[in-house]
């Protein structure tokens, strides 16, 4: 597995203004992705942060308001842009391609996120 | 549309009791399964995997997990289950366009009574 740590773990913002998340993973990994948990929700896949591309989004998701960068292999953020109370969630951050194979994931702590 | 449906939003066990949690997939050939577990204020743990061979799959704190493809099944469950059990648990299919993309349950909130 892998160690991922994000931060900040947690944030209060004020609707209109743009928070950007950060997630480190302490080894190399091939595959790392965004995904939203609404309140009392299961998991959405936001998109499929990519190496020095563009991220792949899914569909209902769009870079201008999730921009997302991976500037190498341990290392991407998630921005949520112009922000209202319906972006409140827990943002996680996961890697996939380890020893398990790329559909295997392991999960960071979550950013929970608050919009006032 | 693939999916994945865990049908109990929640489960009241007492302590020392067994537990088991449901799950069914929609998917032609065989899948990829997994169980997450999510504590309060916590990221998502890997509990255990199905890829292939023997269906009954062992994973860590105890559970264990059978995938039962005449049922498209692949049920959670601990023979006797801790306080610290007590959590969302999450089952999750490879995506049928995807080798690594995941679809999640709605997930089943565990509660545990002493």
């Known amino acids: 597995s892998a160690v991922i740590s994000q931060k900040p773990s947690r944030d209060i913002c004020q609707r209109g203004t743009s928070l950007t998340i950060q997630c480190q993973v302490d080894s190399q990994v091939t595959m790392m992705f965004w995904y939203r948990q609404q309140p009392g929700q299961s998991l959405t896949l936001i998109a499929t942060?990519?190496?020095?591309?563009?991220?792949?989004?899914e569909s209902g998701f769009v870079i201008d308001k999730f921009p997302i960068s991976r500037p190498n292999l341990t290392f991407s953020t998630l921005t949520v842009s112009n922000m209202s109370p319906e972006d409140s969630s827990i943002y996680l951050c996961?890697?996939?391609?380890?020893?398990?194979?790329?559909?295997?994931?392991?999960f960071g702590p979550g950013t929970r996120l608050t919009v006032t | 549309a693939q999916s994945v449906t865990q049908p109990d939003i929640h489960i009241t066990v007492s302590e020392g009791a067994s537990l088991e949690l449901r799950c069914n997939y929609s998917y032609g050939a065989t899948p990829y399964l997994f169980w997450y577990v999510q504590s309060p204020g916590q990221g998502l743990q890997l509990l255990l995997k199905?890829?292939?061979?023997?269906?009954l799959v062992q994973g860590i704190k105890g559970f264990e997990a059978e995938f039962k493809r005449s049922q498209s099944s692949f049920n959670l469950r601990k023979p006797s289950v801790h306080w610290s059990d007590a959590a969302e648990y999450f089952c999750a299919v490879v995506r049928m366009d995807s080798s690594y993309k995941l679809i999640f349950g709605s997930g089943t909130r565990l509660l545990v009574r002493p």
């Open positions: 942060a990519n190496q020095g591309s563009e991220a792949t989004y």
């Open positions: 996961s890697v996939g391609g380890l020893a398990g194979g790329p559909s295997e994931q392991y």
């Open positions: 199905y890829f292939s061979g023997d269906t």
